[in-house]
């Protein structure tokens, strides 16, 4: 089956402007992740969902940052008024609370660049 | 806190063994994960480990020690394509995972 899919795979953007990036989880996963990856630094969790609801939202390194999911399915992380700092890799992943491992299976993730 | 320690960088030979180790400081623990990165590309699964012991999965093993907060991951008969990065990650809320900085791993002929 499809895995997980994120777009645009590739983002530039000028500092100030807003960004949308949008992930399709593995269908019937109901946990989403988003991260992000800064080049040499390690995946940063930022927020989380079950279903369309964000028990954990402490990732979130601005209130630039938002993120919903609807349906269950599609989610959209938004950034605001666009920092250089925001340039990074954004991954999501999804997952079955149903197994016992909570296994993550992650998107080719955005390359976002501000500029 | 959440901590999570692995090396940045090792080097092996084609052929030989590693040993990536992992220790870890976390608020809960679900259990232990460990991925594969390849440059460019998104992490994939390798193996997970959420009680003491050796779990072995071909030419990758993982152990992990709940009482000392330490996890390995075991490469035999390293090959070329095995160079990545490898990342430690421990779960502890809900699946939500704690991933360390990675240890990039060079194989060298």
């Known amino acids: 089956g499809a895995g997980v899919s994120q777009s645009p795979s590739n983002k530039v953007t000028e500092k100030g402007k807003d960004v949308e990036l949008r992930c399709d989880p593995i269908?019937?996963?109901?946990?989403l992740y988003w991260y992000r990856q800064s080049l040499g630094q390690g995946l940063e969790f930022l927020i989380y969902f079950q279903g369309n609801s964000a028990p954990d939202k402490s990732g979130l390194p601005s209130d630039r940052f938002s993120a919903e999911r609807t349906g269950g399915s599609v989610s959209t992380l938004t950034i605001q008024r666009t920092q250089q700092e925001d340039s990074a890799v954004y991954l999501c992943?999804?997952?079955?609370?149903?197994?016992?491992?909570?296994?993550?299976?992650f998107g080719p993730g955005t390359r976002l660049t501000v500029t | 806190g959440q901590n999570i320690d692995q090396p940045t960088e090792m080097t092996a030979t084609e052929g030989a063994i590693v040993q990536i180790n992992c220790t870890y400081q976390?608020?809960?623990?679900?259990?232990l994960f460990w991925y594969q990165q390849h440059a460019g590309e998104a992490p994939t699964f390798l193996s997970y480990n959420v009680l003491d012991g050796l779990e072995e999965k071909g030419r990758f093993s993982s152990f992990l020690s709940r009482s000392k907060g330490y996890s390995y991951l075991l490469l035999k008969e390293l090959q070329m394509k095995d160079s990545a990065s490898y990342l430690c990650a421990v779960s502890w809320s809900q699946g939500n995972l704690i991933f360390g900085k990675g240890t990039k791993l060079s194989v060298k002929p």
């Open positions: 992943a999804s997952s079955s609370l149903g197994s016992v491992s909570y296994e993550q299976y």
């Open positions: 269908s019937g996963h109901t946990a």
């Open positions: 976390t608020s809960g623990f679900n259990g």
